[in-house]
């Protein structure tokens, strides 16, 4: 195992330094000064000039990029220029709000696609079946900030069930309980499209194990079925399964962007599109760089988790 | 013992195949019907969009205040108006116009991007598949949706370079497609056959790889025009895609969320319509890759 784990994190060098040559070279291309930018159009045109000699923008690109890796690795993401604080603070800060509601959904989204899954292909056909065929359509073809727009209206406007927006209440709240209030209309929003791919993929992954000569021989000998499905099938299923839900891991992870603006939660997304708006170019490349980097460690621990399913996969 | 046991499951099964047969047939009906609905739908937006500069619609950027936030059915406007007065209806018509041309736009030049690329790196090894395949594994090291709004982040707002940036998250789907499908034909005896006939690459390619792709290109593609309209309104709606006043299903929706509670129509309209064109597109997606691809039909 931990042979796989060195070759799988030599793999990951080129990935990253290719990560961060998009991230600079995106945003160092863009249109506009920065200097420009950060000193408003009532600078003069000496004041800019040393200005971009001082940041260094008149070296050549490939002088920027190491000079920018250099302070990258040393945890130095640069200025906000928009907040006028460091960007890494700000993003960490933030990356924690993302992550609680996509780690949410993420969980949300597991077991209830895992569970709606066995149970659809234990009752193939079934009303259920049907349903969540239907369900998984609608899923792929419903905007998600629209769905989120459409609960917020039902459950916080109409209703008065839950908070609208926010991840605290602005005035008295703070603990856990008003965390999980805040969080229950964006999580099931960003879970929603994910509940219904990662049903339909349990579903087929189990049909093909239900059928399978072993199960036929475990009915022969008398199992209960309940532990047929879950100890026998589930546990062989469970690598394509692991695979979609690593893949919904980083499509959650993106997708929150358009959640978090909806439900005003204060995420990456939300500070990533405050800074693009801005023209803040650190802080746009920071919030890219971590989500980046985090999707990153996201792909590695779900080829972590293959190879400890399936041995054969750790000694190929 | 095991006779008994085989003609019994033989006897007791013949029900369950017929059973089991009738209802794949009324399954199978029920997804054409679905399918000629859903393209229908699709064919009757298409006209639409397409006549709207001739169609009796209000002017879809005609700001009229007194007649703000008016409710669907009202005089004059049967689907009511926005927050500055402008003709629903006659946003939603021209809204579709921008959609259906990010959805297939993007798509295509995704389509053409990936499919060049997906052929150099699958018929030629060495460097050309090296490069090809580690920049499809770079973009897809990144959330879809992030890396488009980093690259509109670059380029600036805007219909077109969010759909220059959908199209360059877009492209690695159809690489990986086409160089799998490459990889294995090139390796059939008719192509080794015009190899050893001294043909060059560009007819070999032309004339002997090109057409194996058609059909997975073809399937890919039906699916994916619905997931680009998703995206590319998903980039309106933050503010990245298209710029007032023109009217998008997305940047309406985004506008409208203020007014939601007061008037919901100006929320639920533009959604409804990026919801059905996309469901549309996806049944008619699916409905492609069944007579295209049988292996895989569900």
């Given amino acids: 195992m931990s042979r796989f784990l060195v070759r799988r994190l030599l793999l990951l060098a080129p990935v990253l330094m290719g990560v961060s040559v998009i991230v600079f070279l995106v945003l160092h291309l863009a249109p506009g000064d920065p200097a420009e930018i950060m000193l408003g159009s009532q600078a003069t045109q000496e004041d800019r000039l040393r200005l971009r000699a001082d940041l260094g923008l008149d070296d050549p690109l490939h002088v920027q990029y190491g000079r920018w890796l250099g302070h990258v690795a040393r945890g130095d993401l640069g200025r906000s220029l928009w907040m006028r604080r460091p960007v890494l603070g700000e993003v960490l800060v933030r990356l924690k709000a993302t992550l609680i509601l996509t780690g949410t959904a993420l969980v949300l989204s597991s077991i209830g696609g895992v569970a709606l899954g066995i149970l659809s292909a234990t009752r193939p056909n079934s009303w259920l079946d049907r349903t969540s065929a239907v369900a998984s359509l609608f899923g792929a073809s419903m905007p998600v900030f629209w769905l989120g727009i459409v609960l917020m209206v039902v459950f916080s406007l109409t209703l008065g069930w839950l908070p609208a927006s926010g991840m605290y209440a602005p005035y008295g709240g703070g603990d856990v309980e008003d965390l999980l209030r805040h969080l229950v209309l964006p999580a099931l929003t960003l879970a929603a499209a994910s509940v219904t791919i990662v049903s339909r993929l349990t579903r087929s992954a189990m049909l093909e194990v239900l059928g399978q000569d072993y199960i036929r021989t475990a009915r022969a000998k008398g199992l209960v079925e309940r532990r047929i499905v879950v100890r026998h099938a589930l546990k062989n299923a469970l690598v394509p399964i692991v695979t979609v839900i690593g893949v919904q891991a980083g499509y959650l992870l993106g997708g929150a962007v358009l959640t978090e603006t909806v439900f005003a939660w204060p995420g990456v997304g939300t500070l990533m599109v405050q800074g693009i708006l801005a023209r803040d170019i650190p802080l746009v490349q920071g919030c890219v760089l971590v989500v980046a980097l985090t999707f990153v460690l996201v792909n590695l621990f779900v080829d972590l988790l293959y190879a400890w399913l399936d041995p054969r996969i750790r000694y190929e | ?298």
């Fill in chain 2, 1 to 298: 013992m095991s006779d008994v046991v085989l003609g019994t499951r033989a006897v007791a099964d013949a029900p369950v195949v017929a059973r089991g047969a009738g209802h794949s047939t009324r399954r199978a009906m029920s997804r054409n019907l679905l399918a000629t609905a859903a393209l229908a739908a699709l064919l009757l937006t298409l006209v639409l969009a397409l006549a709207a500069p001739w169609l009796p619609l209000a002017d879809p950027d005609a700001v009229d205040t007194p007649a703000r936030l008016r409710p669907p059915l009202t005089p004059g406007s049967p689907l009511g108006t926005d927050e500055f007065g402008r003709d629903l209806l006659s946003r939603l018509v021209w809204g579709a116009r921008v959609s259906l041309l990010a959805g297939f736009g993007t798509a295509g030049l995704a389509m053409l991007i990936g499919v060049t690329l997906g052929i150099l790196g699958g018929y030629y090894s060495g460097w050309i598949e090296t490069t090809v395949m580690r920049l499809t594994d770079i973009l897809m090291a990144f959330p879809y949706i992030l890396l488009a709004i980093a690259i509109v982040a670059g380029l600036g707002p805007g219909l077109r370079n969010a759909m220059i940036a959908i199209a360059i998250v877009g492209f690695p789907l159809y690489t990986r497609l086409v160089r799998s499908v490459v990889l294995s034909v090139r390796e059939r005896e008719f192509v080794e056959a015009a190899r050893a006939l001294g043909s060059p690459d560009f007819v070999i390619l032309g004339r002997h790889i090109v057409p194996h792709l058609l059909s997975p290109v073809i399937v890919a593609f039906s699916l994916d025009v619905g997931a680009k309209i998703l995206a590319t309104a998903g980039l309106s709606f933050l503010g990245l895609g298209t710029q007032p006043p023109t009217a998008d299903w997305g940047s309406m929706l985004a506008t409208g969320r203020q007014f939601v509670v007061l008037r919901p129509h100006v929320v639920l309209l533009p959604g409804l319509a990026i919801f059905v064109i996309v469901l549309a597109l996806n049944l008619v997606g699916d409905a492609v890759r069944d007579l295209l691809d049988p292996r895989t039909a569900s």
